[in-house]
Structure formats: structure tokens, C-alpha cells
């Protein structure tokens, strides 16, 4: 997998620097319309593949050239904060904007992913409390009570589809038993998909009569982004890992503004959805995710070394 890595590795290197060399270019009002602009394809191109009114009361999912409805709902959720900046900051073409911020919010629910709507929600949030969009006294009130809220809508989701969150239950222990065999350096690059089905078949060998039997299949990536990170490189990965969500935080709290917020809004999406998921399968979260990190760069010599 040598290859396979430092070719990932350096395209992700290439893109950062394209746009920390061209992205003086384009100011960030211009980012903000082509990210309302993809959502309005986006959700248009969903509202293509809904057959009938019928088909949605029969929770089937459309997915369009995804290869999930959450892979779908992410893109949209990727675009809601920089539609959210423009819809409190642009004075006009308020109408083009309640329309797009309407048909994301609707196809964002129409997509059933429980994943995304913690995940906007959490972003929405944040836009809103944090940045003191609200009065004081109703942010103060929120801020306290979120964390109970975000727990219990977390318990609320796992009910609404338990076999499928015991499976990924299943999973994230299978993928702490393979990390514990190296825990310092981890297993090595891609070293999940190797290792992962051997290690279940070990589980139910052990554990015959296991409630998860019905429900395991062959997967390549452990649905959550941080164990798949722990597992590959160990806690010496994800120390430098937190060291450089430490540094982003550092540099957003330096420089407050409406652009910062909108993209520490979005590096929330990607953040929340890394819990569930595995969003970085997906080439649209690295171009945002890059794009975030190298304008948080712009006036940040730390980001940069």
C-alpha cells in the first residue's frame, strides 16, 4: 500500500497549495456562492430521483451518483454553512437564497441519514450560539442545555434504527481489539480492511451465540474516522492529530470574524460526521476540508509550519 499512500498524500499536498497560491483570487463571498451553487445542483439532482410522493412514504432512499444517502446529505451539509453566511450577510437576491436554503434543508431530511442531521444540527448550532446570533440570555441558555440535547437526540437515533447502530457497535470493538495488538504506532497504512474480517471471525468463533451474528458483514472501513485513524497510526497519529485540530482552534479564537465562523462551521460538518461515518471516502470532503484549512492558513504562520 506504499503507492496507494503517498499518492493520496500528495494529491491532498498538491490541492492545498494550489489554493493557498490561487485562492488569494477568489474572495470568499465567491467561494460562498459556488458552494450554494453545487447545493442547488444537488438538491435539484435529488429531487430528480424521487419517483412519487408514494415512494418517500415508503422510506425508499435515493442516492443519484452516490453510492449512499448519506455520501448525499454530506455533500448538501458541506454547503449549509456558507448558504447560512450568505443568507444573514447578502442583502440581495434574499429569494434565490430562501429557495436553495429550503430545498437543502428538505433534501437534507429527505435523505433519513441520522448521521447528517446530528451533523447539521451540531453546525446550524454552533453558527447560531456560538457566534452570538442569538440574545444573550437565549445563548447562555443553549449552551448549557446542548450537550444534554445532543445526548439524548443521540439515544433518540440509535432507536430509530438499532440493528444498524449494534452492527457499527460490532465493528468500532472489533477495530479497538486490532489496535490494542499495537497501540503506540498503530497497524499500519490501510492495515482495517486486511485485518478486519479476520479479527470478527476470531469474535464469533469465541462468542458463537452473539445477537450481532445476524447482522456482520464485510466491510472495509470502520465507520468512524478517529478509530480508523487510531488503528493505522496509534496514539502517536492521533496526538498529532489533535495537535492540528488544537492549532485550528487556536487560530479561529485569534481571528473571530463571519468567514472564520462559517468555516469553523464546516470543519464541524466534517468533524461530527468522522463519529458515524467515514467522509473522507469522499473526494468533495477533502477538496472543502483543504480549502478550510488553508484559509484558516492565510494569516496563521502555526498552521503553515
Not at 2 to 29: A, D, K, M, P
Not at 81 to 101: A, D, G, M, S
Not at 202 to 218: E, G, K, L, N, V
Request: contains cysteine.
Amino acid at each position: 500500500n506504499l503507492v496507494e499512500f503517498w499518492t493520496n498524500l500528495l494529491s491532498i499536498l498538491t490541492l492545498y497549495y494550489v489554493i493557498r497560491l490561487q485562492g488569494y483570487n477568489l474572495s470568499f463571498n465567491t467561494i460562498a456562492w459556488m458552494m450554494l451553487s453545487c447545493s442547488a445542483v444537488l438538491s435539484l439532482w435529488g429531487i430528480s430521483q424521487i419517483d412519487s410522493f408514494e415512494a418517500l412514504r415508503c422510506n425508499t432512499n435515493f442516492t443519484g451518483p452516490f453510492e449512499s444517502c448519506a455520501a448525499y446529505a454530506l455533500s448538501l451539509a458541506l454547503c449549509l454553512p456558507f448558504i447560512l453566511y450568505l443568507f444573514r450577510y447578502e442583502k440581495r437576491n434574499r429569494t434565490l437564497l430562501i429557495v436553495v436554503l429550503a430545498l437543502t434543508s428538505i433534501m437534507i431530511v429527505l435523505s433519513q441519514s441520522r448521521t447528517v442531521w446530528l451533523t447539521a444540527l451540531a453546525s446550524v448550532s454552533f453558527l447560531y450560539v456560538c457566534t452570538n446570533a442569538l440574545p444573550r440570555s437565549i445563548t447562555s441558555a443553549v449552551k448549557w442545555l446542548f450537550p444534554f440535547v445532543f445526548a439524548f437526540l443521540v439515544f433518540l437515533l440509535y432507536y430509530i434504527r438499532p440493528e444498524s447502530a449494534n452492527g457499527r457497535l460490532l465493528i468500532w470493538f472489533n477495530t479497538l481489539s486490532l489496535w490494542m495488538q499495537h497501540p503506540l504506532f498503530g497497524n499500519g497504512y490501510s492495515t482495517f480492511t486486511r485485518d478486519h474480517m479476520l479479527q470478527q471471525s476470531d469474535y464469533f468463533r469465541t462468542h458463537p451465540d452473539s445477537r450481532f451474528s445476524m447482522i456482520a458483514d464485510c466491510i472495509s472501513h470502520p465507520f468512524n474516522e478517529y478509530l480508523h485513524l487510531l488503528i493505522q497510526w496509534g496514539i502517536v497519529g492521533l496526538l498529532l492529530f489533535v495537535l492540528l485540530a488544537y492549532i485550528l482552534i487556536v487560530v479561529w479564537r485569534k481571528i473571530r470574524n463571519a468567514e472564520y465562523d462559517t468555516i469553523a462551521s464546516c470543519l464541524i460538518v466534517i468533524a461530527v460526521f468522522s463519529f458515524f461515518s467515514y467522509p473522507f471516502c469522499y473526494p468533495f470532503t477533502w477538496v472543502v476540508l483543504v480549502y478550510c484549512v488553508a484559509e484558516l492558513a492565510r494569516r496563521s504562520k502555526e498552521i503553515f509550519t
